[in-house]
């Protein structure tokens, strides 16, 4: 059974920047497209990014392109998201997922393993 442990969630000020980061076990990591999604308070779970296995394609939700980044390392099992100019908007519980789909998914449904999730409070 895949394990997943976000990390790197805290408290930013708005226009400053955190990475995320999420450690796989338990499954042959380079297999699986892993995603980021996030909930707010109130709100469903929504998709953030995804990153194909090794790693050439990526997918953003379009409130977070050309401020977010997604990337993996897979001889350490670990997808990571960069996160820079934060907004209020983006406080959430942030998720790491993978998937066993073919392709690369960007929908919720689509993905099988879950993380805990990581905090991600922006202030201002």
């Known amino acids: 059974q895949v394990q997943l442990v976000e990390s790197g969630g805290g408290l930013v000020q708005a226009g400053g920047s955190l990475r995320l980061a999420c450690v796989a076990s338990g499954g042959t990591f380079s297999s699986y497209p892993m995603g980021w999604f996030r909930r707010a308070p109130g709100k469903e779970r929504e998709f953030v990014a995804a990153?194909?296995?090794?790693?050439?394609?990526?997918y953003y939700t379009d409130s977070v392109k050309g401020r977010f980044t997604i990337s993996r390392d897979n001889a350490k099992n670990t997808v990571y998201l960069q996160m820079n100019s934060l907004k209020p908007e983006d406080a959430a519980v942030y998720y790491c997922?993978?998937?066993?789909?073919?392709?690369?998914?960007?929908?919720?449904?689509?993905?099988?393993?879950w993380g805990q999730g990581t905090q991600v409070t922006v202030s201002s």
């Open positions: 990153i194909s296995r090794g790693g050439v394609f990526t």
């Open positions: 997922a993978a998937s066993s789909q073919p392709g690369t998914p960007v929908t919720l449904e689509r993905y099988d393993y």
